[in-house]
């Protein structure tokens, strides 16, 4: 609870006027503030500024609920989320709960327990509760978004899916570094299918919504690039063809351990049933100088008053 209202003031402070819509003040924004680890396409502002500014006002990010819960990773992506409102922007929060039950290969060096189709089903209407009270106490006349992927995925049929995937090619799947890097020990082709559906999501949410712009972490810039060029490939006209997107840092340990949900560097995790919020500060106390200036950028809370 305590966390939460803390997100939630934070949230508040940041949205409470907005500007005019402008992708590319938000891209800037995000750029001085260091938290921008990539970009597709490279050299967004610089090489892309007209673009950026025609783009429907509108970013998304997905979160799959492979755990009961949201850990500080996902909580990053969501505060630039919240701040993109600012910036006269509509987020779009995205509950994978179709994918999660396929698993996202990026950043695994090892294939993913499936999860039960009723286990991941309470976990999405845990995270939903979650990024509703994140979001929705906020005082905004651009509210944010949740959608649920299983709401269309969990709908197509097998040959309805597969003639969908008549766009992707499988040379440009292969090349993706997570694959590639799996492909020596061994990929299922479940796991190797996710970015197939990943893209196809961001398809809907651009037929939907007009959204084309995407939010994700570091690990996840091939599948932004894949969806990137499956929008472009099955846009009917030039004004609908480019998207584009940023990945942020992932946060790790002092050992250099992403703090996800399954590997080394464990989690801190946004439920305080599953992380105290005495453990949660700690974290945050004890982080190495360097460390807490990052964090500090990558969550905007330079401009906040707190």
């Given amino acids: 609870m305590i966390l939460s209202k803390r997100i939630n003031d934070v949230a508040l402070k940041t949205v409470c006027k907005p500007r005019a819509i402008s992708f590319v003040d938000y891209i800037k924004d995000l750029d001085k503030r260091k938290p921008l680890q990539h970009s597709y396409p490279a050299d967004l502002v610089a090489k892309h500024h007209d673009q950026l500014n025609q783009l429907p006002p509108y970013v998304y990010a997905g979160f799959d609920p492979t755990a009961k ?20 922007l509509h987020p779009i929060a995205l509950i994978g709960e179709f994918t999660a039950s396929i698993g996202d290969p990026s950043g695994k060096k090892t294939e993913r327990d499936l999860l039960a189709t009723e286990v ?55 090349r993706m570094k997570t ?20 893209a196809y999501d961001w398809y809907t949410l651009s037929e939907k919504f007009g959204c084309r712009f995407q939010l994700g972490g570091y690990d996840q810039l091939g599948h932004l690039d894949f969806g990137a060029h499956y ?21 790790t340990d002092s050992a250099g ?16 049933q599953m992380t105290s919020p005495f453990h949660f500060y700690q974290y945050f106390a004890q982080l190495h100088d360097d460390k807490a200036e990052e964090l500090f950028y990558c969550s905007a809370y330079e401009t906040l008053t707190i």
Avoid at 69 to 88: A, D, E, M, P
Avoid at 181 to 194: A, K, P, Q, V
């Fill in 69 to 88: 819960s949201l850990h500080i990773g996902n909580l990053l992506i969501l505060i630039n989320l919240i701040r993109s409102q600012q910036f006269g």
């Fill in 120 to 174: 991941i089903a309470q976990n999405a209407r845990n995270i939903h509760e979650q990024i509703t009270r994140i979001f929705f106490n906020v005082s905004n006349n651009n509210p944010a978004t949740i959608v649920n992927n299983n709401e269309w995925l969990g709908k197509v049929s097998l040959r309805d899916f597969l003639r969908e995937c008549k766009s992707m090619q499988i040379g440009k799947m292969l």
């Fill in 179 to 198: 694959i590639k890097n799996r492909l020596e020990d061994g990929i299922s082709y479940t796991e190797f299918s996710y970015q197939t559906m990943q």
């Fill in 231 to 251: 929008i472009k490939k099955r846009a009917y006209d030039q004004n609908r063809q480019f998207a584009a997107g940023v990945c942020f840092p992932i946060l």
């Fill in 257 to 272: 351990n992403k703090l996800g949900k399954s590997e080394g560097g464990g989690a801190l995790w946004l439920d305080s």
